[in-house]
């Protein structure tokens, strides 16, 4: 009995031995899920709640050539999610109603100066957010522009991501005046398509060659191989016809595509512009006269830009002034591209054209077309709401949106918001309320109601010498 007693005893401080060395391995799983919890709760908090906007109810010009009557563009997080009639608009999302009025795609400067408030440089540590030219800019519609050859978003009041992309566009000397640099440029075209032709070859035979060495590029221009490469583009500035097919049979002797700066002669040479592939960046009204000795066409022509589509060159229209001018002659500075695309239009070139040469052709110029220059899905949302068609003069810009974010509201500043104020009947009921405003007259077909009509000031009395003569009666 004694020793069945023992042997009890042995067993109960037995598992109390196994259950004390049993309990901090509990303890440690215990602390590894609580703290799986707390990072699991910490990465929900940090996780960025997703930010929904949409513009609703507008007539939506795509700039693609789609134009959607009343429809609905969704963006998710600055990124267009969707655009169409039927878009479900989650119930976070912040709208803007844009009924009875229209939307374009943000308007593109290739080339701006002093809208960023800074000279060339660093741009992400010297753009001046806070800058009265970047609000004159944000309100004619501008959302992207060029500035020393580096594409940048116009963002008030963010420093965040402001450059898109940087040195696109490399710009040549070549033309009749300098023919030691035209002489120059062509034995580096020259060098550098020799380079890339051997370049490929020993690709090709490497395969089966395992030791060939690779071609040197010593000597080889890197501007040069970047152009016939298609990582940057060549610029050129030239008017007169002899430098634009010189530019023209460059172009397509060595393979690219040239982008022309001024082209006021492009249209007695369109054929070979458009047999190039060139981008023409003109000012539509421009004027350059003719030569008198000259018996061929030439000189400037209110139809260059038409001629020049026609012929299968991408147009970019520039106003005449680059920077943002208040004191000069008004519709000729940067805030004025619409009333310069305008111009073209005049000269025969289409609307859809014209809308594409302040859109879409200058971001492909600048090397953001996958970003901006038009309304689609993936794109950046930056929009423009207007009153009226983008390209009349008196349409006013009453929203410009950047990346999902209102940056202009026309009622919120004081540079347009006294020209034709918006009415009284896009504000809901409750603040035409507390406003003390009515409407001045009922919606069409519907029925007047006491209310609904002004008060009527009472009539003066008349006067007995008030009242015309009666005429007495025959007889």
């Known amino acids: 009995m004694k020793l069945a007693n023992r042997f009890r005893a042995l067993g ?57 009557r ?67 800019a944000l309100a004619s519609g501008i959302t992207t522009a060029g500035q020393s050859n580096t594409a940048l978003k116009l963002k008030r009041r963010d420093i965040k991501d402001v450059v898109l992309r940087e040195r696109y566009l490399a710009t040549l000397s070549f033309s009749n005046s300098n023919p030691s640099g035209k002489r120059e440029w062509v034995e580096k075209f020259d060098r550098a398509a020799r380079y890339l032709r051997e370049y ?19 000597g080889v221009d890197s501007t040069a191989k970047a152009i016939l490469e298609g990582r940057v583009l060549a610029r050129f500035n030239a008017s007169n016809r002899e430098d634009l097919l010189e530019i023209a049979r460059l172009a397509q002797r060595f393979g690219f595509r040239p982008v022309i700066d001024g082209c006021v002669e492009g249209w007695t040479v369109a054929d070979e512009l458009g047999r190039a592939g060139a981008y023409a960046v003109i000012t539509p009204r421009d004027r350059r006269d003719k030569e008198e000795q000259l018996v061929r066409d030439g000189g400037s022509s209110i139809e260059n830009a038409a001629i020049l589509h026609r012929s299968g060159v991408q147009v970019c229209v520039i ?17 004025h591209l619409p009333i310069e695309a305008g111009f073209a239009v005049r000269g025969g070139l289409t609307d859809q054209a014209a809308l594409e040469s302040i859109t879409i052709v200058p971001a492909r110029l600048l090397g953001v077309s996958h970003k901006v220059g038009s309304l689609e899905k993936g794109k950046d949302c930056d929009l423009i709401v207007l009153d009226g068609d983008v390209m009349h003069y008196q ?34 009921p409750e603040a035409r309320q507390d406003k003390g405003e009515t409407d001045e007259k009922p919606a069409e077909g519907a029925k007047e109601t006491p209310g609904d009509k002004p008060a009527e000031s009472p009539k003066p009395e008349e006067k007995p010498e008030d009242k015309p003569d009666e005429k007495p009666k025959d007889g």
């Open 319 to 335: 106003p005449s002034t680059t920077g943002v001018d208040l004191g000069g002659i008004a519709g000729r500075d940067i805030l």
């Open 70 to 136: 009343g429809a609905t563009v969704l963006a998710k997080n600055g990124v267009i999610e969707a655009i169409g009639h039927e878009v479900e608009i989650p119930a976070e999302a912040k709208t803007l109603d844009a009924t009875g009025q229209r939307v374009y795609p943000g308007l593109v400067a290739i080339n701006s100066n002093g809208l960023f408030g800074m000279a060339a440089g660093d741009f992400a540590d010297s753009v001046d957010p806070y800058n009265q030219r970047m609000l004159l």
């Open 12 to 68: 109960a401080l037995a598992l109390a031995a196994l259950s004390f060395l049993a309990q901090p391995a509990f303890a440690q799983d215990g602390e590894k899920k609580d703290d799986k919890k707390d990072e699991a709760a910490k990465d929900k908090k940090d996780e960025k709640k997703d930010e929904w906007f949409a513009v609703t109810g507008g007539d939506v010009y795509t700039g693609t050539g789609a134009v959607l």
């Open 200 to 218: 490929r070859d020993w690709e090709e035979k490497k395969r089966e060659q395992k030791d060939l060495k690779e071609p040197g590029s010593s």
């Open 395 to 428: 349409s006013l810009v009453q929203y410009t949106v950047v990346e999902g974010k209102i940056a202009y509201d026309k009622s919120a500043e004081l540079f347009y918001a006294h020209i034709r104020p918006r009415p009284s009947d896009q504000l809901a």
